[in-house]
């Protein structure tokens, strides 16, 4: 993941609608979510979310496909794991002992994981 990657991903998730969205799409990882059920979640109109999905998707955080008659969207877990490796790659100037404290931290700050109906 490149410099702009980084800077589009964190640009498409700095809205409260696509960040919500991302976050329901990821607590229903493997299976994904077909768009009216994410606008359902969301209580956001389809053709506003269709918006903000295809923002995401531009950015390389989620996928689409079509299923039947349904397009389910997914979270791509790949480009989380990038966004993350490319903020940590020179975080700690190569001290283990510091990127062991931060994944602490951060695993402790997360507190426990939102159930499928809470998203704030």
Known sequence: MDRQDVIDAFGALAQPTRLDAFRLLVLHEPEGLPVGEIARGLGVPHNTLSTHLAILARAGLVRSERRSR???????????????????????????????????????????????????
């Open 70 to 120: 349904l397009i389910v969207y997914r979270a791509d877990l790949d480009a989380v794991q990038g966004l993350a490796a490319f903020l940590l790659k020179d975080c700690c100037a190569g001290r283990p002992e510091i990127a062991a404290a931060f994944a602490a931290s951060a695993s402790r700050d997360a507190g426990p994981k939102p159930s499928k109906g809470d998203l704030s």
